[in-house]
């Protein structure tokens, strides 16, 4: 499975370039060359920020409730794509102290 195939709304990726390197966000939407983010605090849901697939990293973790709300064609606001990053972020430090 490629890493377009897997880049979907909902996706917690983190910045590998750019002023947002090293930063995690919130995919909201995918068209591949392009992903479509936002991390609710720096870089809000309107305009989310356009940026090369190439030029992020994939994580595990993954927002089922951003997912739905992107499939029913809801832009999520501000404050439930920080509340989904929050919950997510815990699961990612785990995995790294695992390894």
Partial sequence: MSKTDRLMAG?????RSGHDAGRYLMVLRAE?????????IHRRESPPKKK??????LTNAFSSLIAELASEGILPEDEVIREELEKALPQLHEKNKEC
Wanted: avoid cysteine; aromatic fraction near 10%.
């Fill in 32 to 40: 591949p060359p392009w992903v479509y983010l936002s991390d609710g």
């Fill in 11 to 15: 996706r917690v990726v983190i910045s």
């Fill in 52 to 57: 090369k697939i190439l030029h992020v990293r």
